[in-house]
């Protein structure tokens, strides 16, 4: 009785450990045709605290601010007028996919010119096209900038980024992308992360979920899925049960490394070999002390500088050779590195050698 309970008790463990690093299909590939689009266009900021363009500096300010007031029936030709409180920027969007006619979308606002700071300022009516040239959207509305300025006679301070905003909800889509979903026959899935193992794990399951062989590996990268095989409704339901299947990816070993910040961030499945480290500093100090010669008084002579360079290397402790023993697990090499007692930069240092040495099982991606 006890034992049918341990193995009772193993079966129902088992698939929840399973499920537990498993992923929605969703977060692992993107669907053929189902895209946003990038949308940009360039505008005008007006209300601004005397933190716009110059105008001498940025004549385009200048000239987009003429054409939007003779559009709105304002003569300003041959007029000479430097205002403070405009600027010109650029306006960026993405269309989600299947976006409609009077959606609204976000809108990121970003200066071009001198200007210093957006907060406070107003977008007016800017388009906003795509890659074929034509308008999608019409962004227009108050800047939620980021950031904040203040200054005086003598010293600025800024904090964050006050010269770049975002809109929320400020683009109206005034054009759809043409895209039939439903006349798909097929449909590709791409893998944001192109792994063999991964793709047929996700060839079994969707197969899995529809009963049938209706998906396909094609490479690592990409698994096909016939539609018509799949007897749903429509691609959109055909669609609607696949996003939701779990799949547990496979990843290959990385190592990430940020030479900037000095982080590292490893992949569960790094393995180090077991191998011996030895790490040391040397610290080269220079220090220049110039002695000045001076002739004696009523002497025929010019003062000279004759220059005293001082140079010394030191070595300092560092680690002795310390084993790094075989792992078989991410917390093993955590705890083999960390025996180490260095600093994350010379972390970064030991890494990139135990690379060198074949010693580090693992793509080394250094930023």
């Not at 041959?78 to 205002?83: L, N, S, T, V």
């Not at 907060?119 to 890659?131: D, E, R, Y």
């Not at 792994?195 to 996700?202: L, N, S």
């Not at 939701?244 to 590292?264: F, M, W, Y």
């Amino acid at each position: 009785m006890r034992k049918f309970l341990h193995i009772l008790i193993t079966c129902l463990v088992l698939p929840t450990l399973a499920q537990a690093n498993a992923i929605r299909l969703k977060d692992l590939v993107e669907f053929d045709g189902v895209r946003g689009n990038d949308l940009v266009g360039y505008g005008l900021v007006v209300g601004l605290d005397g933190t716009g363009d110059g105008l001498r500096n940025s004549p385009f300010t200048e000239e987009i601010m003429t054409n939007i007031l003779e559009r709105l029936g304002v003569n300003v030709s041959g007029e000479q007028f430097r205002p403070k409180n405009v600027a010109a920027v650029f306006v960026t969007a993405t269309l989600p996919p299947f976006a409609r006619v009077g959606g609204t979308i976000d809108a990121t606002v970003s200066a071009i010119g001198d200007s210093s700071s957006l907060l406070g300022g107003t977008l007016i009516m800017t388009p906003l096209n795509a890659a074929d040239g034509q308008i999608y959207a019409v962004a227009q509305g108050t800047i939620l900038a980021g950031g904040a300025v203040a200054e005086g006679d003598a010293a600025t301070v800024t904090q964050g980024v006050p010269t770049s905003g975002v809109i929320p909800s400020g683009a109206r889509v005034e054009r759809e992308i043409e895209f039939d979903l439903s006349s798909l026959n097929s449909m590709r899935l791409a893998l944001r992360e192109p792994d063999f193992t991964t793709a047929g794990r996700i060839e079994r399951a969707i197969n899995n979920e529809f009963g049938r062989n209706v998906a396909v590996m094609r490479d690592s990268g990409t698994v096909e899925v016939n539609i018509q095989r799949t007897n749903a409704r429509s691609t959109a339901h055909a669609v609607g049960r696949m996003e939701n299947v779990l799949v547990e990816p496979q990843r290959k070993a990385r190592v990430v490394v940020d030479q900037r910040s000095g982080t590292i961030v490893m992949g569960s499945d790094v393995r180090i070999s077991n191998v011996a480290v030895a790490q040391g500093n040397l610290t080269l100090r220079v220090e220049e002390a110039p002695l000045v010669s001076q002739p004696n008084p009523f002497a025929d002579g010019e003062t000279v500088v004759v220059p005293r360079t001082g140079a010394a290397i030191e070595e300092e402790d560092g680690i002795q050779l310390a084993e790094v023993p075989e792992t078989t697990s991410l917390s093993e090499v955590v705890s083999g590195l960390n025996a180490l007692g260095v600093s994350p930069r010379d972390m970064i240092d030991i890494l990139k050698s135990l690379k060198a040495a074949g010693a580090l099982h693992a793509e080394f991606v250094v930023r």
